[in-house]
């Protein structure tokens, strides 16, 4: 390694950014909707700043007993608070965390009632498994395949729809208090880049975000576009890379 020099440190939601620029120069914002949840933005002066925006509370935020739950129990309680509202590595156990109370309260669920036992093991339903749902597809709770009947399929999959919904509606949430930012009156174009198997797998996930900003700004929506930048992170560290080297 002692023969390696770096030439550019970064992080990916700056690599999102820079991917987006060289596009679009109207890009002034980036962000990583997929494992975890972070925006950065290029402010007036010429900066880019990493917001940490996963890291965001208030209490204005929807917070219920479930996030309250997993909070608790994370290693970093306390802390990314609005990431595990919103990314992929938390939406699973959200889940989970509602399935065990309906298993135990509720005669509607006998499919969760069945698989009890691994319905009671953290992190036992990964995110994928309720994109494969909303999807149309089935689901696995740990190594078990979920055989919900009809009735209880439409009753889970409303609820995998409104956790994603809710997480979509955050993140344009937060997207929108950059913008509010950058250009209150939205009086100029804005590119927002986004990377991130969230926001590019999951079902309703990218429409429900341009939803609740086209909610937010109604006439004035047609300013700020949301663009997947796939495998931002590789290309926007080259290009940092030779913006730092130079010709």
């Known amino acids: 390694m002692g023969h390696i020099k770096p030439a550019a440190i970064l992080n990916d939601t700056v690599a999102t ?3 987006a620029a060289y596009q679009d120069q109207h890009a002034d914002a980036g962000s990583i909707c997929g494992t975890g949840y972070n925006a950065c933005l290029l402010d007036s002066q010429g900066r880019i700043i990493n917001l940490e925006a996963g890291n965001f509370f208030t209490d204005l935020l ?6 309250a739950q997993l ?20 939406l699973g156990e959200l889940f989970r965390l ?29 995110t994928r498994e309720l994109s494969s749902l909303l999807a149309g597809g089935a689901m696995t709770i740990g190594a078990s395949p979920y055989q919900p009947d009809p009735d209880e399929t439409d009753l889970i999959s409303s609820l995998v729809r409104d ?23 939205l009086q100029r174009r804005h590119l927002f880049g986004i990377d991130g198997a969230l926001y ?7 429409p429900h975000i341009r939803t609740a900003l086209d909610e937010q700004w109604s006439g004035q929506a047609h300013q700020v576009e949301i663009r997947l930048m796939k495998d931002a992170s590789g290309l926007g560290a080259a290009l940092a890379a030779l913006m730092a080297t130079g010709p």
Do not use: T, W
């Open 17 to 19: 950014l820079l991917c």
């Open 62 to 67: 929807p917070v219920n007993q479930y996030d």
């Open 71 to 90: 909070d608790l129990a994370s290693v970093n309680s306390g802390h990314q608070r609005l990431e595990k509202m919103v990314s992929g590595a938390y």
């Open 98 to 126: 509602m399935a065990v109370d309906l298993a135990h309260q509720d005669d509607r669920f006998p499919g969760l009632r069945h698989l009890e036992k691994p319905l009671a093991e953290p992190g036992s339903i990964d």
């Open 163 to 185: 956790l994603v919904i809710r997480a979509a509606r955050l993140v344009a949430a937060s997207q929108a208090g950059m913008i509010c930012y950058l250009d209150p009156r």
């Open 200 to 206: 590019e797998k999951m079902p309703l996930f990218a």
